[in-house]
């Protein structure tokens, strides 16, 4: 059995102030498993400070006319042990598809990071009742793999201070462990998780911990999460 996963997403934000700081509430805990994904160019930084850090997306391509990007090798070489695919940003912002997200799951693999997929439905899919169409399309080409973690995230959840229901959360949770059914594999939740509702989302059975992005800049708060976590 894996420890619960704590994953802190910091987009296109600076590092935290004293997140690097030795005994900081992102380094490796005991009882969960804690990650940062920073913007690339501190990756190198938070290495350096003995975080457990991740990418926050990689291209399958291994070199190349790509400006801009970073490859999942890179990923890797930069001392990364986790990496994000398909994020709701990544796919809406960069129009990344769900072959393609597929191909950096499979390619991270490959080169020994271990992906973190997002997925999830938008507020109209949520509200026309479609998020199990949404998840089966998003996980089709997903093969089931132990390093796999998947995150769900509902995209009208992120960044919004909207959460779903705990009951939502736990069915939807099942119906994804019912597709990818294969033990070892976690599954967490995402959107708009705070110091506040992390307990009673986190208590959802079947919950392997959490990707956390506004919160996770908040070093405090992101303390308070942990601890729910644990
Ligand atoms: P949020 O972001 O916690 O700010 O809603 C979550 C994410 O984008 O992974």
């Given at each position: 059995?894996?420890?619960?996963?704590?994953?802190?997403?910091?987009?296109?934000n600076p590092i935290p102030a004293g997140a690097l700081d030795a005994g900081s509430a992102y380094h490796p805990h005991k009882d969960v498993e804690v990650v940062v994904f920073p913007?690339?160019?501190?990756?190198?930084?938070?290495?350096a400070a003995k975080l457990n850090t991740g990418g926050q997306c990689?291209?399958?391509?291994?070199?190349?006319?790509?400006?801009?990007?970073?490859?999942?090798?890179?990923?890797?070489?930069?001392g990364c042990t986790y990496v994000l695919c398909g994020h709701s940003d990544r796919r809406r912002y960069h129009e990344e598809s769900d072959e393609q997200i597929a191909l950096q799951v499979e390619t991270a693999l490959a080169v020994g990071l271990k992906p973190v997929l997002?997925?999830?439905?938008?507020?109209?899919?949520?509200?026309?009742?479609?998020?199990?169409?949404?998840?089966?399309?998003?996980l089709?080409?997903?093969?089931?793999?132990?390093?796999l973690t998947i995150a769900y995230e509902p995209v009208w959840a992120i960044g919004t201070g909207n959460t779903p229901t705990v009951e939502e959360v736990t069915r939807t949770h099942a119906y994804i462990r019912s597709i990818i059914n294969m033990t070892g594999i976690r599954i967490l939740y995402g959107g708009s998780l705070n110091a506040?509702?992390?307990?009673?989302?986190?208590?959802?059975?079947?919950?392997?911990?959490?990707?956390?992005?506004?919160?996770?800049?908040?070093?405090?708060?992101?303390?308070t999460i942990i601890k729910a976590a644990s």
């Open positions: 059995m894996h420890l619960p996963l704590i994953a802190a997403n910091w987009k296109m913007s690339f160019i501190d990756i190198k930084d938070c290495v990689g291209r399958s391509e291994t070199a190349g006319a790509f400006t801009g990007d970073i490859s999942m090798q890179m990923v890797k070489n930069a997002c997925i999830g439905e938008t507020w109209d899919e949520y509200e026309l009742r479609q998020t199990e169409l949404v998840l089966d399309r998003q089709k080409r997903i093969k089931p793999d132990a390093r506040k509702n992390a307990k009673e989302i986190l208590s959802a059975q079947g919950m392997d911990g959490a990707l956390i992005g506004g919160a996770s800049l908040k070093p405090q708060e992101f303390a």
